[in-house]
T-cell receptor
Framework: EPEVTQTPSHQVTQMGQEVILRCVPISNHLYFYWYRQILGQKVEFLVSFYNNEISEKSEIFDDQFSVERPDGSNFTLKIRSTKLEDSAMYFC?????????????FGPGTRLLVL | QKEVEQDPGPLSVPEGAIVSLNCTYSNSAFQYFMWYRQYSRKGPELLMYTYSSGNKEDGRFTAQVDKSSKYISLFIRDSQPSDSATYLCASMDSNYQLIWGAGTKLIIKP
């Protein structure tokens, strides 16, 4: 069964450093998403991406964040200058379409720890 | 208001019991409702989704939506220890964004 994959599974970084989280969505999916989940808190939407541009983004997704689809398979989330509060689990998701009834399939997540 | 409320639990039941997990939501415009299962340190895994009001059954799982009371339920029959996980409800808003509940931690005791 096709699945969303994410690398790395864990990332430890120093505050102020840049990190890139990588995702490989399901191959025939066209819509891509990033979410984060701070330990013990709700899953929060960050951004959705379609046709090589951002469709929607939340208030969390400020200028420190960027997304890119550098090739036909990868979808990346870059945090330019990490802060302590960026420590969280980051989930990538993809869906075949944005239309009603389509669902998003999640990757296993990248656990980011900012020291 | 974009909120989905869910009791975080934990909910502990004996193996074989029927489990009832519930959420409420505030936005009457929500049309799609999902239940995800999340094992520790793993990504959410879609269990079921339903459109509007009604029931949907898949094996031991039944999802129910009552739009009149803005109430979402997931029932698990013949619960197994492997069902122990956090269950997250989510609704989809008009921008196709998922609005999540906090998740209920379910523990099935052998």
């Amino acid at each position: 069964e096709p699945e969303v994959t994410q690398t790395p599974s864990h990332q430890v970084t120093q505050m102020g450093q840049e990190v890139i989280l990588r995702c490989v969505p399901i191959s025939n999916h066209l819509y891509f998403y990033w979410y984060r989940q701070i330990l013990g808190q709700k899953v929060e939407f960050l951004v959705s991406f379609y046709n090589n541009e951002i469709s929607e983004k939340s208030e969390i997704f400020d200028d420190q964040f960027s997304v890119e689809r550098p090739d036909g398979s990868n979808f990346t989330l870059k945090i330019r200058s990490t802060k302590l509060e960026d420590s969280a689990m980051y989930f990538c998701a993809s869906s075949e379409a944005l239309s009603s009834g389509e669902t998003q399939y999640f990757g296993p997540g990248t656990r980011l720890l900012v020291l | 208001q974009k909120e989905v409320e869910q009791d975080p639990g934990p909910l502990s039941v004996p193996e074989g019991a029927i489990v009832s997990l519930n959420c409420t939501y505030s936005n009457s415009a929500f049309q799609y409702f999902m239940w995800y299962r999340q094992y520790s340190r793993k990504g959410p895994e879609l269990l079921m989704y339903t459109y509007s009001s009604g029931n949907k059954e898949d094996g031991r799982f039944t999802a129910q939506v009552d739009k009149s009371s803005k109430y979402i339920s997931l029932f698990i029959r013949d619960s197994q220890p492997s069902d122990s996980a956090t269950y997250l409800c989510a609704s989809m808003d008009s921008n196709y964004q998922l609005i999540w509940g906090a998740g209920t931690k379910l523990i099935i005791k052998p």
